[in-house]
Nanobody, 123 residues
Framework: QVQLVESGGRLVQAGGSLRLSCAASGRTFVGYAMAWFRQAPGKEREFVAGINWSGGSIEIADAVKGRFTISRDNAKNTAYLKMNSLRPEDTAVYLC????????????????WGQGTPVTVSS
């Protein structure tokens, strides 16, 4: 079993930056792909960014391309989401997901999920 714990979410002004972290624990994490999703109030969950184990394959949603980057530190079993130029429409709960083998953009395929960390961007 894998446990994912997100951190780093908070209230920030528009134009500001945040870095979210997703720490994995519970078992060996070798080979896992990791991704970030977000869910705003009253909206469906949406894919934000994902990265495979080696970091050689990265997917970024069009809505955040050029502003958000994803990275990981496998020695620390941690993935990061750096968010720049934040906008009010980025307000959401950000969730981390992991899969033992494959980077997906669809949340339905992910095996493990964290509880989420809230991000609020004020205008």
């Amino acid at each position: 079993q894998v446990q994912l714990v997100e951190s780093g979410g908070r209230l920030v002004q528009a134009g500001g930056s945040l870095r979210l972290s997703c720490a994995a624990s519970g078992r060996t994490f070798v080979g896992y792909a990791m991704a970030w999703f977000r869910q705003a109030p009253g909206k469906e969950r949406e894919f934000v960014a994902g990265i495979n184990w080696s970091g050689g394959s990265i997917e970024i949603a069009d809505a955040v391309k050029g502003r958000f980057t994803i990275s990981r530190d496998n020695a620390k079993n941690t993935a990061y989401l750096k968010m720049n130029s934040l906008r009010p429409e980025d307000t959401a709960v950000y969730l981390c997901a992991a899969d033992p083998h494959t980077l997906y953009v669809s949340g339905g395929y992910y095996t493990y999920w964290g509880q989420g960390t809230p991000v609020t961007v004020s205008s």
